[in-house]
């Protein structure tokens, strides 16, 4: 919390937070790379050795930036993210894991479709009479460039299979 009393995510704990994430990839990354072999054998260096080292660094840069801001915790004390803010990046970011969700189990036209068309109807404040049709354009858009001329087959789901698009 700043000294002004607003209430929100101090910047000190956001420094925390992602310094011990990213600690955590690099201990990932040196286990699997040990499990890979990170030694040097007599025909060289195993598999993971390069990767052991890189995720020694970033587990060497991640304490660095947490004695950081341990150190500087007076100077990062103001708020990072408030109530407001953290509202209008989850009306940003909701949306694209529902449309993650939807893409794995309909396929990636339908859940283009469909988030386009709520994006637009519910962000963009457009009537549903111009968002669903500019959700379905959107998405034989994207089916033209990848399909037909990029010959990139997309994740489909059961709607493609009753169209017989496979």
Known sequence: MSSDGARG????????LVATAT????VAVCYGATEAG????E???????FPF???LLIV???????????????KLGGVFIDGRRIKSVASFLLPLVAYAAVSSF???????????AFAMHFQGRYKWWI????????AAFFFLVFEMGFKVPLLKGPVEAWFGIY
């Open 131 to 138: 968002a669903v049709p500019s959700g379905l354009a959107v």
């Open 53 to 55: 080292y890189i995720g």
């Open 38 to 41: 990170a030694g040097w054998t």
């Open 9 to 16: 995510i101090s910047r000190f704990a956001m420094e925390i």
């Open 23 to 26: 600690a955590a990839l690099g």
């Open 106 to 116: 309909l396929g990636l036209y339908v859940g283009t479709a469909l988030y386009i």
């Open 43 to 49: 025909m060289g260096p195993d598999a993971g050795y």
């Open 60 to 74: 060497f840069g991640s304490v660095m930036n947490i004695l950081l801001a341990v150190t500087r915790q007076r």
